[in-house]
């Protein structure tokens, strides 16, 4: 049974960090292309920043230099360090992995507010 669990999301005041992890089950992961999506409200969901899974690297304009994204394959882990957020940031963001087939998290809340 595939799962993908993400944490670390919360309240936050602008200008902050977070990190948020994604623990994947059930699948080789190593084989994987891993992404984190987002969904605000009204909106619709949205690719923030990818991993292949040799590990290159893209992200959204509006993340671009504020977020990484990374992966650690012996914890079959993936990870979104996020810096200087902003309100708009806020989002339910998702853990995704993608190669034969697609799997979802059940996302972690986002909110960036003072």
């Known amino acids: 049974q595939v799962e993908l669990v993400e944490s670390g999301g919360g309240l936050v005041q602008p200008g902050r960090s977070l990190r948020l992890s994604c623990a994947a089950s059930g699948i080789r992961f190593s084989l994987y292309a891993m992404n984190w999506y987002r969904q605000a409200p009204g909106k619709q969901r949205e690719v923030v920043a990818a991993?292949?899974?040799?590990?290159?690297?893209n992200y959204a304009d509006s993340v671009k230099g504020r977020f990484t994204i990374s992966r650690d394959n012996a914890k079959d882990m993936v990870y979104l360090q996020m810096n200087s957020l902003k309100p708009e940031d806020t989002a339910v963001y998702y853990c995704?992995?993608?190669?034969?087939?697609?799997?979802w998290g059940q996302g972690t809340q986002v909110t960036v507010s003072s």
């Open positions: 995704n992995a993608e190669w034969e087939s697609k799997y």
């Open positions: 991993i292949t899974s040799g590990g290159r690297t």
